[in-house]
């Protein structure tokens, strides 16, 4: 089993829609949890980090299930500037470092 | 501006060459990474320093090299030893080792002929 899994998608959504992805991680005891977005050809950047209560910016709202071992990210009133791939990234505690692992992303496409 | 540089963006080299990638960040982290993506597929961790003069392999190492004599600098070199070393490398860096936001050079785009 993968360490951290996607659904790669693609996802094609209308504008306005909600759209929801899901992300499995392997280790029980994984500490942190973050949404990354990738534009085409581009460096990833923070979207947002995801709390054990879960906590929503704006359109985007991110919950932790430790439980299950996963992770979601809800987009409302999906924008056309939202068409990017979407990362999950967890951290696991190695005996001396904190190891960060991506998951492979999904991909999501707004259509006008 | 603090930030994180990588260059060139686009690189061409021919097989059996050795090739180094820049990378430069000015945020003052202690933490940086290089990382590897395929198409279609996450990034897979090369090399990590946690801090100058120490770094330690990722997950995929083999054929690849790194230095960091410098805080600012952490320079890759793909080695001939690289049996398909076509891929978009980025470079990352994070105020301690795993330590929250990871920032993110804009890549260098390497293309072995």
């Known amino acids: 089993r993968k360490e951290v899994e996607q659904d790669p998608g693609p996802f094609n959504v209308p504008e306005g829609a909600t759209v929801a992805f899901n992300c499995t991680y392997s280790n029980s005891a994984s500490q942190s949890f973050f949404w990354y977005r990738q534009d085409c050809r581009k460096e990833p950047k923070l979207l947002m980090s995801v709390y054990s209560s879960g906590n929503e910016d ?44 991506f998951g492979p992303g999904t991909s999501l496409s707004v259509i006008p | ?35 590897r993506q395929d198409p279609g597929q996450g990034l897979r961790l090369i ?35 690289q049996k398909n070393p076509t891929a978009f490398y980025l470079c990352a860096s994070s ?16 293309t072995v002929l």
Request: glycine share 8%; hydrophobic share 30%.
């Open chain 2, 47 to 81: 090399y990590y320093s946690q801090i100058v003069n120490d770094f330690q392999k990722g997950d995929i190492a083999e054929g690849y090299s790194v230095s960091r004599e410098k805080k600012e600098s952490f320079p890759l070199t793909v080695t001939s030893a």
């Open chain 2, 1 to 35: 501006d603090g930030g994180i540089t990588q260059s060139p963006k686009y690189l061409f080299r021919k097989e059996g060459q050795n090739v180094t990638l820049s990378c430069e960040q000015n945020l003052n982290h202690d933490a940086m990474y290089w990382y």
């Open chain 1, 58 to 101: 704006g359109r985007f709202t991110a919950q932790l299930n430790r439980a299950s071992q996963y992770i979601s990210l809800l987009i409302r009133d999906s924008k056309l500037s939202d068409s990017a791939t979407y990362l999950c990234v967890v951290t696991d505690r190695e005996t001396s470092y904190d190891k960060v692992i």
């Open chain 2, 95 to 110: 105020i301690t080792i795993g330590g929250g936001e990871q920032f993110f050079g804009p890549g260098t785009r390497l």
